[in-house]
């Protein structure tokens, strides 16, 4: 099982910027992307960002250009860069693992880390 273990997150005003990181335990996993995904009060959790083993990266339109995923593979630690932040980016926001076991794919969580911005 891959543990992951997010730090980062906070109370900012809005205009300002945060990063998140997220520790990667891979326990002799295969991991095969890296994500961040955010659920606010009320709503479905939903991509924010993610990378693969390539160092592709994707983003969700509402955050394009403003938040980077990144990753230090020495370090075991995924990143999301959050700049500009807008009071609509107020989440939980979780790093997530999609590694193989037992021939497929599945998914792995961190226990979230609040992120609050304020107008």
């Known amino acids: 099982q891959v543990l992951l273990v997010e730090s980062g997150g906070g109370s900012v005003q809005a205009g300002r910027s945060l990063r998140l990181s997220c520790e990667v335990y891979r326990n002799g996993a295969s991991i095969n992307a890296m994500a961040w995904y955010r659920q606010a009060p009320g709503k479905q959790r939903e991509l924010v960002a993610g990378i693969d083993t390539n160092d592709s990266t994707n983003y969700a339109d509402s955050v394009k250009g403003r938040f980077t995923i990144s990753r230090d593979n020495a370090e075991n630690t995924v990143y999301l860069q959050m700049n500009s932040l807008k009071p609509e980016d107020t989440a939980v926001y979780y790093c997530?693992?999609?590694?193989?076991?037992?021939?497929?794919?599945?998914?792995?969580w961190g226990q979230g880390t609040q992120v609050t911005v304020a107008s």
């Open positions: 997530a693992a999609e590694f193989w076991k037992g021939g497929g794919l599945t998914m792995s």
